[in-house]
């Protein structure tokens, strides 16, 4: 069975984002990048089911600049076969991302496709779900477990009360939660390895999906600011405090 | 036009999330109409037309939607939303899983986790953990949205009397189906919902020693939260995990015990009205944002808390 990854470049999970000074977008000029932590736990639980002999071949995609390529060859080092590069500067829509990538499936064919839930730049969590919807499969979203059994797959889903197990029939759409996996680091021996697997770069215009604005970013804020609290010095200050200044309790 | 809310059910009773997406719909123009999609759902569908402000409410009471899988209920939203401005749902991982299927198949984007109604076409949402506000117009015909709770208080849930109008259509996709589901019971207030939380970090050690916190939640009234460090490392189950991942709450009083205050932590409780951080070390980022900061062992700190109030 093929799997078919999907890795986006966001800014580094430990970076706070800064807000233009004239409100038009973020900043990210010099900011540091990597792989969406998401997308991470998607190519870990790609190269288990390899390990596992459930996998076959494992190919990762990603959209966008060409400097995605550094996060294609992160999850080549990690384990992935092959990479695409669907290479675009443009402002690429949850949804115009999804019709790239339905192009992609019906090229290649997977039995599985594994994707992180949320990319944490734009926080849509959205396009694992309309890819599921534009090439009629079933979708697992939100895992924390996947267990493929014969031409089905088993998903263990993070639902607001608890969990949730799902039976899919395969092809079938994977999103990751946080507790899916634990993801490892590349090896050195497989840094070098990976620049030497093959990476394919495609436009959207050779996969003929039209690049259409949906949404106009009319400004982008800095959140209200908290005003600086105080310390206190005992258990006893706090609770007088509560009481008769937030008088919250 | 009118505007379509998807409501939130487990077919007996409607879940507070809709309420607030009734508020949210109330800011747009248009007529409200509640989509009650299960199965044996009467009873949500009775308690959906009794929500002030809801005008119809559209019964779709089939085996087909009984678990709600989003292959099959965002065939009939699609269906049905055709004829709708906009289509809502509260981003609960219900309104997340099935939402961006119906703007998939309806050829338009979603507006996740919007906070703020500018217009009928312009929103605010979080982007980046909450570090920025973008403030978003849409070019769609159909506006699908996803709402964050905390940003529009909950309508009230009596004094409606819509109409119920059963939809026929069935759609049953065949690629999906529902195995089973371990949900945690507890007799504390939702997390969503609660006027008081109180959280539990890596700091609290074990599993064990979030008794103390029950303890102290059991005395305000309060739900019980965590990090995701305290979830990763199996002290207590996913569903009380707040941030930009987890939940997203705004209770009137956020007590964080052991947590650092990790951007993506502060992501889902910063808009709390008061913040008690407990951290016994005085450097912790958590404090950046605490109204009342108190540097100190937990494990002193906390039975005294408790005994104190
Ligand atoms: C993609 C992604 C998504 C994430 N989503 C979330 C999310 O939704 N929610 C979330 O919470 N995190 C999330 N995180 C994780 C986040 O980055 C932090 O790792 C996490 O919040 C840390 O949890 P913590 O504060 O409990 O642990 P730590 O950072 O280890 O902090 C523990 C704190 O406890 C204090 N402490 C220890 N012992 C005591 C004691 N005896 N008394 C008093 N204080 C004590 C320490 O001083 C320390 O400040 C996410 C990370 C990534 C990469």
Redesign the interface.
Do not use: W
């Given at each position: 069975m093929k799997v078919l990854v999907t890795v986006k470049r966001v800014?580094d999970?430990n970076v706070?984002?800064r807000?233009k000074s004239d409100g038009s977008d973020?900043d990210l000029n010099n900011v540091k990048m990597a792989m969406n932590p998401?997308c991470e736990i998607a190519v870990e639980e790609a190269v288990r089911l390899k390990e596992a002999g459930v996998a076959s071949e494992i190919v990762v995609v990603s959209l966008g600049p060409q400097a995605a390529q550094e996060q294609i060859r992160t999850a080549l080092a990690l384990g992935a076969d092959r990479g695409i590069l669907i290479q675009s500067d443009a402002n690429l829509?949850?949804?115009t991302v999804?019709k790239l990538l339905a192009k992609v499936v019906a090229e290649e064919q997977p039995g599985l496709v594994i994707m992180g839930?949320?990319a944490?730049?734009?926080?849509?969590?959205?396009?694992?779900?309309?890819?599921?919807?534009?090439t009629?499969?079933?979708?697992g979203?939100?895992a924390?477990e996947v267990k493929v059994d014969g031409d089905k797959v088993?998903v263990t889903?993070?639902?607001?009360?608890?969990?949730?197990?799902?039976?899919?029939?395969m092809p079938?759409i994977v999103t990751t939660?946080?507790?899916l996996n634990e993801p490892r680091y590349a090896s050195l021996p497989n840094i070098m390895k990976a620049k030497r697997k093959p990476l394919d770069t495609k436009t959207p215009e050779e996969l003929g999906v039209e690049i259409k604005?949906?949404?106009?970013?009319?400004?982008?804020?800095?959140?209200a600011a908290?005003?600086?609290?105080?310390?206190?010095a005992?258990?006893?200050e706090?609770?007088d405090?509560?009481k008769n200044e937030?008088k919250?309790? | 036009m009118a505007i379509l809310i998807i409501a939130e059910h487990d077919n007996q009773s409607l879940k507070g999330a809709t309420l607030n997406a009734v508020t949210a719909a109330t800011q747009l123009s248009g007529d409200i109409h509640l989509l009650v999609a299960g199965g044996d759902c009467q009873a949500a569908a009775d308690q959906a037309a009794a929500v002030a402000g809801v005008t119809k409410v559209l019964l779709a009471d089939n085996a087909a939607y009984e678990h709600q899988?989003?292959?099959n209920v965002?065939l009939l939203v699609a269906e049905l939303g055709a004829d709708y401005s906009h289509i809502i749902a509260p981003s609960?991982?219900?309104g997340?899983?099935?939402?961006?299927?119906?703007?998939?198949?309806l050829?338009?984007?979603?507006?996740?986790?919007v906070m703020a109604i500018e217009s009928d076409d312009?929103f605010a949402r979080?982007?980046?953990?909450?570090?920025?506000?973008?403030?978003?117009?849409?070019?769609?015909a159909i506006k699908v949205i996803t709402i964050r709770t905390t940003g529009f208080d909950a309508a009230v849930s009596e004094g409606g009397s819509a109409t119920i109008e059963t939809v026929a259509a069935v759609h049953d996709?065949?690629?999906?189906?529902?195995?089973?589901?371990?949900?945690?019971k507890s007799d504390r207030p939702e997390l969503?919902a609660a006027k008081?939380i109180v959280s539990g970090g890596r700091g609290m050690g074990n599993g064990e020693n979030f008794a103390l916190l029950e303890s102290l939640a059991d005395k305000?009234g309060a739900a019980v939260g965590a990090s995701?460090a305290a979830?990763?490392a199996g002290f207590v189950?996913?569903?009380m995990q707040v941030g930009?991942?987890g939940?997203i709450v705004a209770p009137?009083?956020y007590i964080a015990v052991g947590i650092s205050g990790a951007?993506?932590h502060l992501a889902g409780m910063?808009d709390s009205?008061?913040?008690?951080a407990i951290n016994k070390d005085?450097e912790a980022p958590i404090?950046?944002?605490?109204?009342?900061?108190?540097?100190?062992d937990l494990f002193d700190?906390v039975p005294?808390?408790d005994a104190?109030?």
């Open positions: 800014i999970y706070k984002v807000v973020v998401f829509e949850s949804l999804a839930k949320q944490i730049d734009s926080d849509n969590n959205q396009t694992g779900q309309m890819l599921a919807a534009l009629q499969m079933p979708q979203t939100f924390s088993q889903r993070e639902v607001d009360g608890g969990l949730q197990t799902v039976e899919l029939a079938a939660d946080l507790r604005a949906h949404t106009q970013l009319l400004k982008v804020a800095p959140p908290r005003q600086a609290g105080i310390k206190v005992s258990v006893e706090l609770v405090k509560l937030a919250v309790i | 899988l989003a292959e965002s609960t991982t219900g997340k899983n099935l939402m961006p299927r119906v703007a998939a198949l050829d338009v984007v979603q507006l996740s986790d312009t979080p982007i980046y953990a909450g570090n920025a506000i973008a403030t978003v117009k849409s070019l769609d996709a065949g690629i999906s189906s529902f195995i089973g589901e371990t949900m945690a969503t008081v305000l995701r979830v990763d189950p996913n569903d930009q991942t939940k009137d009083l951007i993506q910063k009205k008061v913040i008690v005085e404090f950046s944002v605490a109204d009342y900061g108190l540097v100190a700190a005294e808390l104190k109030l």
